[in-house]
Nanobody, 117 residues
Framework: QVQLVESGGGLVQPGGSLRLSCAAS????????MSWYRQAPGKERELVAT???????NYAASVKGRFTISRDNAKNTVYLQMNSLKPEDTAVYYC???????????WGQGTQVTVSL
């Protein structure tokens, strides 16, 4: 049974930091590209960051230089270190696993991040 379980969300003040974790099970984690998406109220889900199975990373322009995605294949876990948080980073953050061919994609249940005074 495939599971992606996010943790680490919460309430933080502007300028603060959080680290999100996503623990994966039920599939060959090291073969999958892992991503973090987010969805703010009233907005579409957007891609935040991706790390390929060999460690290549990509970031949305809005988070580049502030967020860092990483993975630990031994622990089947992907992380998102978020620094210099802004109110506009407030959203539900989702973990995603993707295998290109044949296409498979899995989602976590999401974790709320709120940046506010």
């Amino acid at each position: 049974q495939v599971q992606l379980v996010e943790s680490g969300g919460g309430l933080v003040q502007p300028g603060g930091s959080l680290r999100l974790s996503c623990a994966a099970s039920g599939f060959t984690f090291s073969s999958y590209a892992m991503s973090w998406y987010r969805q703010a109220p009233g907005k579409e889900r957007e891609l935040v960051a991706t790390i390929g199975n060999i460690g290549t990373t990509n970031y949305a322009a809005s988070v580049k230089g502030r967020f860092t995605i990483s993975r630990d294949n031994a622990k089947n876990t992907v992380y998102l270190q978020m620094n210099s948080l802004k109110p506009e980073d407030t959203a539900v953050y989702y973990c995603n696993a993707r295998y290109p061919v044949p296409t498979r994609a899995y989602w976590g249940q999401g974790t709320q991040v709120t940046v506010s005074l």
